[in-house]
T-cell receptor
Framework: KQEVTQIPAALSVPEGENLVLNCSFT??????LQWFRQDPGKGLTSLLL?????REQTSGRLNASLDKSSGRSTLYIAASQPGDSATYLC???????????FGSGTQLTVLP | DAGITQSPRHKVTETGTPVTLRCHQT?????MYWYRQDPGHGLRLIHY???????DKGEVSDGYSVSRSKTEDFLLTLESATSSQTSVYFC??????????????FGPGTRLTVL
């Protein structure tokens, strides 16, 4: 059974800081790994998708890496802003239906 | 944004009553999923569908049933609601591509409270 862990559970940083969120998974047989953002009381917004054959993916100030053999991914956020405050969820796609298995998330607060 | 709507958005019901949640998509995507989100557990898959009338169970399917009679609609039914089914329910869709670029898009969620 696939299990996904995210560390830390919560993180508070001052504005402008660069930060790293961590995600680990137990079964390396994945199709892809996705990072989502969730604002309080809202749905999930897809940030980045890394295919199983890729090592990293970038979008603006976000960079996600994937080391499938070790079961790890990181989400790097550069020059953080208060608007980045949200919960960040990591999910891996596996199984015949490519269903997602989620971590519990990292709650990020960026202080002005 | 992907065209996914969920109804109702909020519902309060009593233990023992049946409840049906609806997910509607305008993207003509093949796959549809129901997840629940609970504090400390993240999102967990309840059921999914890979085509009209084709459904299968997920990780936490006990107490739930689903139906898909049209490509655009996926219904989740709580046969006899219990307090443990108080949760936020999310619907998701994907094209079901065989490549590893397949992305899931999520609806806005339904907050269900069972008293």
């Amino acid at each position: 059974k696939q299990e996904v862990t995210q560390i830390p559970a919560a993180l508070s940083v001052p504005e402008g800081e660069n930060l790293v969120l961590n995600c680990s998974f137990t079964d390396s047989a994945i199709y892809n790994l996705q990072w989502f953002r969730q604002d309080p009381g809202k749905g999930l917004t897809s940030l980045l998708l890394i295919q199983s054959s890729q090592r990293e993916q970038t979008s603006g100030r976000l960079n996600a890496s994937l080391d499938k053999s070790s079961g790890r991914s990181t989400l790097y956020i550069a020059a953080s802003q208060p608007g980045d405050s949200a919960t960040y969820l990591c999910a891996v796609s596996s199984g015949s239906a490519r269903q997602l298995t989620f971590g519990s998330g990292t709650q990020l607060t960026v202080l002005p | 944004d992907a065209g996914i709507t969920q109804s109702p958005r909020h519902k309060v019901t009593e233990t023992g009553t049946p409840v049906t949640l609806r997910c509607h998509q305008t993207e003509n995507h093949r796959y549809m999923y129901w997840y629940r989100q609970d504090p400390g557990h993240g999102l967990r898959l309840i059921h999914y569908s890979y085509g009209v009338k084709d459904t299968d169970k997920g990780e936490v399917s006990d107490g739930y049933s689903v139906s898909r009679s049209k490509t655009e609609d996926f219904l989740l039914t709580l046969e006899s609601a219990t307090s443990s089914q108080t949760s936020v329910y999310f619907c998701a869709i994907s094209e079901g591509q065989t490549t590893s670029t397949d992305t899931q898009y999520f609806g806005p969620g339904t907050r269900l409270t069972v008293l």
